[in-house]
C-alpha cells in the first residue's frame, strides 16, 4: 500500500521512544517521553496552498523534528504514520 | 439520485470498519476503531474558493484518507456519504 | 412579499421531514432527523464578498444540500425560509 | 437630530412586533417573536472597509431581513435604531 | 497635556449620561444607561494600518456613537478620555 | 547591555505610579492605578511584518500611552522595561 | 548531531538561570525566574512564510531575548533547545 499525500502534506514515521534510560531502568509506556523526531515516508507535490505557493523542502529519507500534536495518525499495513503539512515540520536533523 | 458538490467539494464514502480484529473476535460497534479511508464519489469542479484558484486533484475512484470530522454527513439513497473539502483530504492511497 | 438576498445569499426552503419511517410508524417530531435537503427558492446577484468575487453557481428551483445549522430561519406569509451564504450550500442533487 | 453612519454601515429601524398572535390572544412581551425585519433609515457612504471596496445595495427606505444579535442599538430622540454593517443585511423584502 | 493618537487611532471623550430620567428622578449611578456618544477631541493621521490604507473621516469636534466596550479608557489631566480605532465609531450625530 | 528591538517592536519604561493620592494619603500597591504611560527606550527598525510594510512613528524619548497587557516584560540590569509592538501604542503624548 | 531549521525558524539554547538572588541566597528551582534570553545556535534560511516574504535578522552567536512559552522544547545530544519562529523573537541583545 502506498500512500500519495496531496498538496503540502508529509507521511513521516515517528522513532520508536527509547526502552531506557541513560541508567538502564527500562520505563513502563507512560513515562517515556513522547518521541518528536520521525522519518520522512512520502513527500506530497507541494503547489498552491490556502493562496500560497509552497515549495517542499524535506525529500523521503529526511530525520525532522516535528511539532508535537500536529497532524493526524493514521495505520497502515500495521504501521502508525502521521500525516501533517510541511510548515509543522520544524527541522531536519543530520545525525 | 446523483449529488454533484460545489466548487472544492468532494462526495466520498467511508470503507466499512473490518468486522474482526486480527485475532477473530467480533468487537461490538463501539470498540471498532473509526474508519479513515474512504472511496470518492463525486468531485466538485473546483475554480475560486475564498478567492483562492483550487484545482482538484482527487478524481472518482481514488481511495483516500480523510480527516476525521471533516465534512458534513449525508444520507441518500439509504447509503450514508461525506461531503468534505478537497483540502480535508490528507492523501490517496495505492492499494 | 418578494425576497431578494444580498450579494452571495441565497433563500431556501428545507424539505418536509417524513412523517414515517420506513416500517409506517409516525414519528413525533424530536424524533425525526433534522432535515438538510432544500429547494432554491431566490438567489442573490453575487458579486465582490469580503474582497472576492463570488459567483452564483445554484439556480431558483435547484435541491439543494445544505450545511446544518447554517443561515438565518426567517419567516414570511406563514412559511420558513432559509437565508444562507453560496458557500454553505454543499451539493446539488439531481432527483 | 441625524445619524450619519459611517463607512458600509446602515441605520435601520425594527418593525414593531404584532401585539396579538393569529388567534388575537395578547401575548406578553417574553412571549413574542424577536423581530428580524426593519426599515432602512440612513446609508453609510461605502468605500473602503478593511482593504476592500463596499459598494452600498441598500437604500433609505428600503424593508430589509438583517441579521439577529448584529450591530449595536442605539436611542435617538426616544427611538431605538441598531447600526449594523450592510454585511449584516441578509436581504431586501418586497411586500 | 496634548494626546497625539498614532495611526487610525481618535481621542473621544463621552457626554455625561444624564443624572435624570423623562420623569425627574435622580438615577443612582448603576441604573444609568452606559453613554454611548462621545465627541472627538483629537484624531490619528490615519494611513497604512494592517497593510490596509485608512482615511480619517472624522474630525475634532464631531459628536460621534461609537461601540460600547471598544477602545482603551486612559485618564488625563483628571479627565477621562477613551482612544480607539476609527473603525470602532459607528456614526457621525448632527444634533 | 542594549537591547535593539526587531522589526516593529519597541522598548518602552514604564512611568513610576504616583505614591500618593491627591489626599495625601499613601496607597498600598495593590491600590494603586496600574500606570499605562511610558518612555520609548529604544525603536526597532520596521520593515515587513506579516507580508505588510510598517513605518516606525515613534521614537526614543517619546512619551507614549500604551495598551495595557500589551508586550512582554523583560527585566535588564535590574531595570524593567516591556517590548511591545508598535501597534499597541496608542498615543504619544505631550507634556 | 546538527539541526537545520526550515524557513523563518531558529534554534536557540536558553542562558541558564542565576543560581544565587544578589543576596547571594540560593534559591530552590521552582522559585528561580523562568530566563528568557537565549543564544542562537541554527538560522533557517526565510523565504516564504504564509505568503509572505521573510527575510532572517538574526545570526548564530546573537543572544536574544524571546517570548516566553513561545516555539517547540527539544532535547538533542543532552541538551535542552527551543525552535521557535523569528517573529518570537522580540529582540537582540549586546551585553
Known amino acids: 500500500m502506498k500512500i500519495r499525500p496531496l498538496a503540502d502534506r508529509v507521511v513521516i514515521k515517528k522513532f520508536e521512544a527509547e526502552e531506557k534510560t541513560a541508567s ?5 509506556t507512560a513515562a517515556k517521553e513522547q518521541p518528536q ?7 506530497g507535490p507541494g503547489g498552491m496552498v490556502d493562496g500560497n505557493e509552497v515549495k517542499m523542502e524535506v525529500k ?17 499495513d500495521g504501521e502508525n504514520y502521521i500525516i ?6 520544524l527541522a ?3 545525525l
Request: glycine residues 8%.
Open 60 to 76: 523521503v529519507g529526511d530525520k525532522v523534528i516535528f511539532s508535537k500534536y500536529a497532524g493526524n495518525e493514521i495505520k497502515a
Open 37 to 43: 523526531m520521525a522519518e520522512v515516508i512520502e513527500v
Open 24 to 28: 538502564g531502568i527500562v520505563l513502563p
Open 84 to 89: 501533517l503539512r510541511q510548515s509543522d515540520i
Open 92 to 94: 531536519i536533523v543530520e
